[in-house]
């Protein structure tokens, strides 16, 4: 007689007890869209047209390769939990609004394809989806990726093409290194860069409008207020240390923070439920790891801009984290 062997567990939970907050997938994707509205309106008021379309081409072809890949798979259909579409929008906000629509297409076929359904659909992927799809074509497009435009409320003579704040700043630091007395207007100017009023992805504008919806999300319980707290905090830390340093204006930290995509992946990357840490320790050493990352890749990095590869990086080892930062059972830590 055969031994009886033991069904594999579908899915591995950590130790009880567990509670249930009432919310469905599908409510949960719709509040972060939901927190995504005033970074859009911000895009779309800056870049007009262009963002909408890029918009509009991300979360569509998300949709269409997220059924493709259920009929493929034989899977039910999981459009109508927003998953899909909350992909495709991310993603958009990680591209710049001269993204022609057949490359924003086929990031969001990047995204769903290998970020999600090669690792099972969603909640066995490991990356988080959108930034994988950002990472495949900024290596395979990359003049179409860096190919950036200023805002419609730039003079019209300058809003053709730019460089980034971060590649600003890099050249003049370059400057300084090199003993030259830079001036401070060679530097984007900190409001117009706080309010967005600068080149970059559509979701690296307009700081208010993404920490409003990042407070919505904390405020919502969505996402554990330590991710992108002591994320965007060690940032600071290093970048004023390096600023100090090196020489820098004190206002040098500011720019990291307000520039690139850190405050939209603090707050909505970042804080992935399926790609992040599971306990609120694990939670702080990925954030801070996050940060440090990201200051290395900012600082001392051929790449001016840090927070996608980071996160990926941090997402690769959470798993490790899980393992070795657990929670006691209930019950376990009490003295015999």
Same mark, same amino acid.
């Given at each position: 007689?055969e031994?009886?062997? /033991?069904p594999?567990?579908?899915v591995l939970?950590?130790?009880s007890?567990?509670?249930h907050? $009432?919310?469905t997938?599908?409510?949960?994707m719709r509040?972060?869209?939901?927190?995504?509205?005033p970074?859009?309106i911000?895009?779309v008021?800056y870049?007009?047209m262009?963002?909408?379309? !890029?918009?509009?081409t991300? !979360?569509v072809s998300?949709?269409?390769f997220?059924?493709?890949c259920?009929k493929?798979?034989?899977k039910p259909? *999981?459009?109508q939990?927003?998953?899909a579409a909350?992909?495709?929008?991310l993603?958009a906000?990680?591209?710049?609004?001269?993204?022609p629509?057949?490359?924003a297409a086929?990031g969001s076929m990047?995204?769903?394809v290998?970020g999600?359904?090669v690792?099972?659909?969603l $909640?066995?992927?490991?990356?988080?989806?959108?930034?994988?799809?950002r990472a495949?074509?900024?290596a395979s497009f990359p %003049? %179409?990726m860096t190919?950036w435009?200023?805002p419609?409320?730039?003079?019209a003579s300058d809003?053709?093409s730019t460089? +980034?704040p971060?590649a !600003?700043m890099r050249a003049? /630091?370059?400057?300084? %290194?090199?003993?030259?007395a830079?001036?401070a207007?060679?530097?984007p100017?900190l409001?117009n860069l706080f309010?967005g009023?600068v080149g970059?992805?559509?979701? /690296?504008t307009?700081v208010?409008?993404?920490?409003?919806?990042?407070?919505?999300?904390i405020?919502k319980?969505?996402?554990?207020?330590?991710i992108?707290v002591?994320?965007?905090v060690t940032?600071a830390?290093?970048? &004023?240390?390096y &600023?100090?340093?090196? $020489?820098?204006p004190s206002?040098?930290?500011?720019?990291h923070?307000?520039a690139?995509?850190?405050?939209i992946?603090?707050?909505f990357?970042?804080?992935?439920?399926v +790609?992040?840490?599971?306990t609120?320790k $694990?939670k702080?050493?990925y954030?801070?790891g996050?940060?440090?990352? *990201?200051?290395?890749?900012?600082?001392?990095?051929?790449? +001016? /801009?840090g927070?996608?590869?980071?996160?990926?990086?941090?997402?690769m080892v959470?798993?490790?984290?899980?393992?070795?930062v657990r929670n006691?059972s209930f019950g376990? &830590?009490l003295?015999?």
């Open positions: 007689m031994p009886i062997k /033991e594999t567990p579908l939970v950590t130790s007890p567990h509670m907050c $009432g919310l997938i599908g409510k949960s509040e972060v869209m939901l927190a995504l509205v970074a859009i911000a895009s008021y870049f007009r262009s963002a909408a379309i !890029v918009m509009v991300c !979360v998300a949709i269409v997220e059924t493709i259920n493929v798979m034989h259909n *999981t459009v939990d927003g998953s909350l992909t495709g929008l993603l906000m990680c591209l710049p609004a001269s993204m629509p057949l490359f086929m990047f995204a769903i290998v999600k359904a690792f099972g659909g $909640g066995c992927n490991i990356f988080n989806p959108a930034h994988i799809g495949i074509l900024l %003049q %179409q190919n435009v200023l419609a409320t730039a003079a809003a053709v460089a +980034t971060l !600003v003049t /630091e370059k400057i300084w %290194q090199a003993g030259g830079a001036s207007a060679k530097l100017d409001t309010w009023n970059g992805s559509l979701g /690296e307009c208010p409008a993404l920490v409003l919806g990042g407070l919505y999300l405020y319980k969505l996402i554990d207020w330590r992108p002591f994320y965007l940032v830390i290093l970048t &004023g240390v &600023g100090t340093v090196m $020489g820098y206002t040098f930290p500011l720019y923070l307000f690139g995509g850190l405050m992946g603090a707050f990357m970042a804080t992935d439920w +790609t992040s840490p599971i609120k $694990g702080i050493i954030a801070i996050l940060g440090v990352l *990201t200051s290395l890749i900012r600082l001392r990095g051929s790449y +001016t /801009e927070v996608c590869y980071s996160i990926l990086m941090m997402n959470t798993p490790m984290i899980d393992r070795f006691v376990g &830590g003295k015999k």
